[in-house]
């Protein structure tokens, strides 16, 4: 917070938080022009340069659709649940610092603090399925619960050989430990499985099985239109955006860089791990349920308990007695 | 074997009196048994020792109270008539049996396949003759409310003959009501007690993205567990048999392209077979080429969308844009030569409707060699991806018996391990010229079928290489006065020939009385139209067999005891068309 002190907080929040709604309405115009390349098509091109205004026009269509809850819902769950999905996100970004002084809270538990949000984000997907009560709608969120909650485990563990080497919680003090070498170097192995459970968290393609489209219909959202629906739309890009400053602040070395201003680096590299993250999604199949929990906890874990414990034993052999 | 020794071993088997053959125009050996012989020679037939008939190919009936030309035939209301296939005598064989009385019924063949059990339905459907010995008889194309059996001769063909149609509200709630699914009328749940706390029954489809049309699944879920799935078919039923009926032979062509609505022209071909067989035209050989070329375009164009499908049902988004693209490549092909797309409708009566354009082959060769490529791009894509094959690998297996068991054919019986392919087996529009393999496999899972489609892509571009390469010069089209009418020239000169011309035209040709039935290979299994001519203009019963019917009918059987996401798997697996399934 002190580093903040001749900042207005107001500000400095609003700023965060339009920066990143247009970083995740931008990516959602960059997912549909990625994806068309990829597949031999265009994608949006007609709206705008670019088709840049798509996304504009697509949120004036959203907004002027009919507020319709399903007669058969909890009204006031249903309703509920779409914002405990985006508000987690972005919440989650008071701890991201964007460059040196510019982090709307630099919490000594910051990292808990994102582990703490992506965790309740899935309250807002069990409970929109539970609350559309449909069949599809239940299976998808039953999903999700079992997925999110698999995918926590090794989530924490895999960041905590990151946490050993910067010796604090602090995203700031994470990047400021990177001066010298980026974490994705010694931390490789974290990296790789964060990066999968930050799939699995965003439930993005390969792990989209709540709402597998072919399975599910639309999974945990099939009962959901208009605006609540797009308040899921837009907390999954939130999400992507999130997950993908957390990776570069984490593995990538947060906002330094050279020539560039800080600030600037820190969005080159996070829109690069979005395009990552759509270049997976065009690329892959989607898993069995039972294989996808099984990947988690025979594969990932393991996996994360090693380089855990492989980190820790090094950082104690080289710190030497305190 | 001998032609007809089949007849004669039956003859002796079960008395000569007993059985009677009957000439066709197919030369299929045909033969007609009372109802109570029925189910003694299916079984003996389908457990002979040697040359069984292991597989009840096809199950109809046929209207017969205003048929004219029945010639040593016995006397019969409703003929039921039954193809079984066998695969070691390589031969079909017919029999027919004769039902007196305006509600007939005939002993159930359910009890030795259980394929027979959506085949009866749809006959009690269209015809109102009752099974005896088998579950209930429900409705299963038409919607149960429906009144009349539409196949037979009564019941009106044409919107005007009916009366205006119309439906109160309160008619359409209790329609809808009758749609919903009821386990007690449906007659599908088994013992209640082992439905445990968390079963329950899910809708999937009519609507559903993986439902490939307007199919309707029930499942009985434990969790995502399928306990059971109870298939609902009939929502793009449109009369194609009824239309047969007040169609001329000429104009059916083009419902026969809608039948399996990807592969085009490929359905004209068994209709136009077993039309030219029952008028004996000689197609002449430039033709016999350019149809095989065509099918076999077809055939790539509907494995294409079977392989985009298929692998976007296991999740992949990518996959089926690339091969829309090449279908969009095929298709250019089509235009050019045909210039309709999808459904051209462009082979005719003893050929084709017209000769290829100038600098086709430069375009089929180059298509060709841009597939070659590609195909190998989606080997690497979908064909090698282990996540893939994890969700496709032993998904929906199948063993060699329960294919053949239930009908079974094309891809599907080839991926449990039988080399049956019948533009080998028995050649027919051309086929014995070309040189190509039949790719088979073992598993017999949703994996392996998948393999045998992409190699028959293969297969099919050596085909039309071929096709390129020797495409015979000469006519397009047989001289044959019931395929073209007479040189337009002369029309001008003699009046005969001017009516001849005239009739031909308006109201196409007349065809010799009997009856044809031709299968061919088509892309997702065998496809017969079994026609019957009364000496007239149209055909008086047409019988569409189709692979998709047959196939759907088995999605319960490979699905029971794996997820709902296998059970997408199993569907886009099984490569089939609604239009298909319902015709």
Redesign the interface.
């Given at each position: 917070m002190s580093e903040t002190a001749g900042f207005p907080i107001v500000a400095g929040i609003l700023s965060v938080l339009f920066g990143v709604l247009i970083v995740a309405a931008l990516s959602i115009w960059l997912e549909r022009r990625l994806?068309g390349l990829?597949?031999?098509?265009s994608g949006p091109n007609r709206v705008g340069p670019l088709g840049l205004l798509q996304v504009v026009a697509d949120t004036v269509k959203i907004f002027a659709k009919e507020n319709w809850v399903p007669p058969f819902a909890d009204k006031v769950v249903f309703v509920l649940a779409p914002p405990i999905v985006i508000a987690t996100a972005l919440a989650s970004f008071a701890v991201v610092p964007l460059a040196p002084g510019f982090v709307v809270a630099d919490f000594n538990v910051g990292l808990l603090f994102f582990l703490g949000m992506s965790s309740l984000a899935v309250y807002g997907v069990a409970l929109s399925g539970w609350a559309s009560n449909s069949?599809?709608s239940l299976?998808g969120s039953v999903r999700a619960v079992g997925q999110m909650v698999s995918y926590e485990v090794f989530m924490g563990l895999s960041l905590l050989g990151v946490v050993a080497q910067a010796g604090s919680f602090s995203l700031v003090d994470i990047v400021n430990a990177q001066k010298g070498l980026w974490n994705c170097v010694p931390q490789a192995l974290g990296f790789a499985v964060f990066f999968v459970a930050s799939l699995a968290e965003t439930r993005r393609?390969?792990f989209?099985l709540p709402e597998?489209?072919?399975?599910?219909?639309a999974g945990y959202h099939t009962e959901y239109s208009g605006f609540k629906f797009a308040m899921f739309y837009l907390g999954e890009y939130v999400g992507v955006t999130l997950n993908s400053a957390i990776i570069v602040t984490l593995f990538f070395g947060g906002w330094s860089g050279p020539f560039l201003p800080p600030i600037a680096w820190f969005l080159v590299k996070t829109v690069f791990f979005i395009a990552v993250f759509i270049l997976v999604?065009?690329?892959?199949?989607?898993?069995?349920?039972?294989?996808l929990i099984s990947f988690g906890w025979k594969l990932m874990l393991p996996l994360a308990l090693v380089n855990l414990v492989a980190t820790g034993a090094i950082v104690l052999a080289t710190a030497g007695p305190r | 074997m001998e032609r007809d020794a089949i007849l004669r071993e039956l003859a002796e088997t079960f008395g000569a009196e007993r059985i009677h053959a009957q000439e066709t125009a197919d030369g299929l050996p045909t033969a007609w048994v009372e109802p109570g012989l029925l189910l003694d020679l299916l079984s003996y037939l389908k457990t002979a020792r040697s040359g069984a008939y292991p597989m009840l190919y096809d199950l109809t009936a046929i209207d017969e109270r205003e048929r004219s030309h029945r010639e040593g035939q016995p006397p019969s209301d409703f003929t039921m008539v039954y193809q079984l296939l066998s695969f070691e005598r390589n031969e079909d064989l017919r029999i027919k049996v004769a039902l007196e009385g305006q509600a007939p019924s005939v002993p159930s063949a359910t009890c030795l396949w259980p394929s027979a059990d959506f085949y009866e339905r749809e006959v009690w459907d269209m015809f109102g003759i009752a099974f005896e010995g088998r579950p209930a008889l429900r409705r299963i194309l038409m919607p149960p409310w429906w009144e009349g059996h539409p196949l037979r001769k009564e019941h009106p063909a044409r919107a005007t003959d009916m009366g205006r149609f119309g439906m109160s509200e309160d008619e359409q709630a209790a329609m809808l009501e009758e749609l919903k699914f009821d386990p007690v009328k449906w007659q599908v749940d088994g013992p209640g007690p082992e439905a445990g706390a968390g079963t329950f029954y899910i809708n999937i489809g009519p609507q559903h993205p993986s439902a490939h049309g307007v199919l309707r699944l029930v499942a009985k879920l434990e969790g995502e567990v399928v306990v059971d799935l109870y298939p609902d078919i009939g929502y793009h039923h449109r009369g194609a048999e009824k239309m047969g009926e007040r169609q001329s032979w000429h104009t059916y062509i083009p419902y026969t392209d809608r039948i399996d609505y990807l592969a085009g022209s490929m359905n004209e071909l068994p209709y136009l077979l077993a039309v030219e067989k029952l008028a004996g035209i000689e197609v002449p050989e430039r033709a016999l080429v350019i149809r095989v070329m065509m099918a076999e375009l077809f055939r790539i164009i509907s494995h294409l969308v079977f392989y985009g499908t298929f692998s976007q049902d296991v999740g992949q988004m990518s996959p089926v844009f690339y091969m829309f693209n090449d279908r969009e490549r095929a298709f250019d092909i089509v235009e050019a030569v045909t210039g309709g797309r999808m459904h051209p409708g462009w082979f005719r009566i003893g050929g084709v409707a017209m000769d290829l354009p100038r600098g086709w082959d430069e375009m089929v060769l180059a298509f060709v060699k841009h597939m070659r490529g590609t195909l190998k791009d989606y080997d690497a894509a979908i064909m090698r991806s282990s996540l893939f094959k994890a969700r496709t690998v032993g998904v929906g297996a199948l063993s060699l018996g329960e294919a053949v068991e239930w009908g079974a054919t094309g891809p599907f019986l080839r991926a449990c391990g039988l080399d049956w392919d019948l533009r080998k087996k028995r050649p027919y529009g051309g086929y014995e010229r070309f040189d190509f393999d039949v790719p088979t496999a073992t598993g017999g899972d949703s994996y392996d079928r998948l393999a045998i489609h992409v190699e028959e892509m293969r297969q099919s571009l050596r085909i039309i290489e071929q096709c390129v390469a020797g495409m015979p010069a000469g006519p397009y089209k047989a001289d044959h006065p019931l395929a073209v009418p007479p040189p337009k020239d002369r029309t001008m000169r003699d009046i005969e020939t001017l009516i001849d011309h005239f009739l031909a035209v308006s109201w196409g040709p007349n065809l010799p009385p009997g009856e044809a039935c031709a299968t061919v290979e088509a892309a997702k299994g065998q496809n017969s139209y079994y026609l019957v001519s009364d000496g007239g203009g149209m055909s008086y019963r047409t019988r569409i067999r189709t692979p998709s019917f047959a196939h759907i009918q088995m999605a319960p059987m490979m699905a029971r005891g794996l997820t709902i996401s296998d059970l997408v798997v199993i569907l886009g697996s099984v490569d089939y068309v609604l239009a298909d399934v319902d015709r």
């Open positions: 994806l990829l597949q031999q098509r069949k599809f299976l393609v390969p989209d597998a489209e072919n399975e599910l219909v999604r065009g690329s892959l199949p989607r898993p069995r349920y039972d294989q | -």
